[in-house]
């Protein structure tokens, strides 16, 4: 589903992401780990057409993500870093406007609204406005957003930074569930999430894919694995 | 089409789902009151027509018009929602001419709330109404240049001051080039063939021809060249990620 041959992503003359290719298939949940600014969000941003990529290519579907952007980005579901929504909004209104801009409407909105809704544990905050809510409701709000039209690709960007253990627990419990059938990457710097919910792990570091493999095939403990594989960003590169 | 509706209607949602739309309407519908009928001695003139009331609006929505707009993309980048608008399978220009749509409906809506001053001219005598109409086109066409201008700079910037600022400066540009205290200065040192073309720039050049009750095609290609080049503008701000 996801194909990406040598991507590359300079700002000025700092490669945030440096040569990755990597493919994942559906039924695939794949973990992208590294560092803080080792460039795992950067590589999310160019897969889901926000950053035009400097070099390389990515093709979701089939479709490349530069060249039919349209296309492409009706396949994804993505959950930004910061889980960004629209403040001033109640959480039902901002769904239904996400169902709007995916193309649904009339009784298809309102069965996608309630079955994402249903998915994230939405349903006792739906008439409250977005900055009201406490971190974990607005995440998941944000997930429930990337979930509406059921894509068959998921881009999550931490999407359980700033959960509580519990519902930690369940939105991994998600993730494994949704990538049953379909292309799952998400981000983390959690190494527990990895084994809890991964069929395979990408280490990037410095724009680099320098390990790959199921948590088996990586070794154990995995954060020593980690520490081996990962410069720690207070060595001065 | 479908998405370009589905982003205004967000928008103008979100205009009245906060104070910015009430605090506006009744900011605006004061100062014109009070500039027609104070300052523009709409009384004293003794003659049926609403140029006490047209007058002022370059001026008026200096201030107020970039106010409006300041929002549109500033507070997008800022709240980082920008990010998800742009991953949806949209095209940027739905996304712009959503968003100016709105803005510009939402100006329009605080100009027909102005209605009084019609039906006070037409109690109090039998003014031109055809005139009175080009007027409000006008006004309605200049709301949009300033607006369109505000989306430009809003769109470079995730700091809605700076946005508001910058848009105050461009608007008072596009009037100052054609305002008569600033053209009689050019008049000692430049040629009138030079004059013209810069007072050619200025939206009060094109705004007055609506005002004297003429729909001339120079005038509406004008303000449409400047909505067209802003948004234009916009895009490539945009392109900034």
Known sequence: MIQIDNLVKAFGAKRAVDGISFKVERGEVVGFLGPNGSGKSTTMRMITGYYAPTGGRVRVGGHDVTESPLEAKRLIGYLPENAAAYTDMTVRGFLEFAAELRGLSGAAKRKAVARSVELCFLSSVLHQSIDTLSKGYKHRTCLAQALIHDPEVLILDEPTDGLDPNQKHEVRNLIKELGRTKAVVFSTHILEEVDAACTRAIIIDRGRIVAQGTPDELGRPLDEVFRRLTIPDTVKA | ?241
């Open chain 2, 1 to 241: 089409m479908r998405n370009t509706f589905v982003i205004a209607k967000r928008e103008l949602g979100s205009y009245f789902g906060s104070p910015v739309a009430y605090v506006f309407l009744v900011i605006f519908l004061l100062l014109t009151g009070f500039f027609t009928f104070t300052a523009g001695q709409f009384f004293e003139r003794g003659e049926a027509s609403l140029g006490a009331f047209f007058g002022w609006h370059p001026w008026l929505y200096l201030v107020l018009v970039p106010a409006v707009g300041m929002r549109l993309w500033a507070e997008e980048r800022r709240a980082g929602t920008l990010e998800l608008l742009m991953t949806m399978p949209i095209t940027p220009w739905q996304a712009i001419f959503g968003k100016f749509l709105a803005s510009w409906l939402f100006i329009g809506i605080a100009l027909a709330l102005t209605f009084p001053v019609v039906v006070t001219a037409n109690v109090l005598g039998s003014p031109d109404n055809g005139m009175i109409f080009a007027g409000y086109l006008g006004s309605l066409f200049l709301a949009g240049a300033y607006l369109s201008v505000t989306c430009m700079t809003s769109a470079m910037t995730r700091n809605q001051v700076v946005a508001f600022i910058l848009s105050v400066v461009a608007c008072l540009f596009l009037i100052l080039a054609g305002f008569n205290p600033v053209t009689d200065l050019m008049v000692r040192w430049a040629s009138p063939a030079f004059i013209d073309t810069v007072a050619a720039f200025s939206v009060v050049t094109h705004f007055d021809g609506f005002q004297k009750g003429v729909i001339d095609s120079r005038d509406l290609a004008y303000f449409l060249s400047v909505i067209g080049f802003s948004l234009f503008a916009t895009s490539m701000a945009l392109r900034n990620r």
